[in-house]
């Protein structure tokens, strides 16, 4: 059930984003962050929670981008760490998964 609330303040904060409130949107998303940080670190075996995590930080270091806010470097290495330690775990990450980590990479300079 907590990852379904995680879910859910993403989603809210998808909707805030399209509504123009982005204050509303980064709160929803460090809720949906908080959570998901919870339960990665709770199974860090789960791709299901591991892949959450790592939407979660994207989500934010997203909104904080479009804010101009250079804090957001620090939650698009947190996707990319994710991300990266999935594969080396041996996790499943789908091919957008896989897409968005060779995006990260980029972003970050290699």
């Known amino acids: 059930m907590q990852r379904d609330l995680s ?5 809210l904060g998808d909707v805030s984003v399209a509504a123009g409130d982005l204050a ?3 709160r929803y998303f460090e809720q949906g962050l908080a959570i998901a ?9 789960n791709a ?22 250079p804090n957001a470097i620090k939650h698009w290495r947190s996707a990319h760490d994710v991300l990266a330690g999935m594969v080396q775990l041996g ?19 290699g």
């Open 7 to 11: 879910i859910s303040f993403n989603k």
């Open 24 to 26: 509303g949107a980064k």
């Open 37 to 45: 940080r919870k339960l990665a670190e709770a199974d860090d075996t």
């Open 48 to 69: 299901q929670m591991q892949r959450d995590l790592w939407v979660s930080h994207w989500k934010i270091a997203d909104l904080m981008e479009k804010q101009k806010d």
């Open 91 to 109: 996790l499943h990450v789908s091919g957008q998964g896989q897409g968005f980590l060779q995006h990260l990479r980029a972003k970050l300079g």
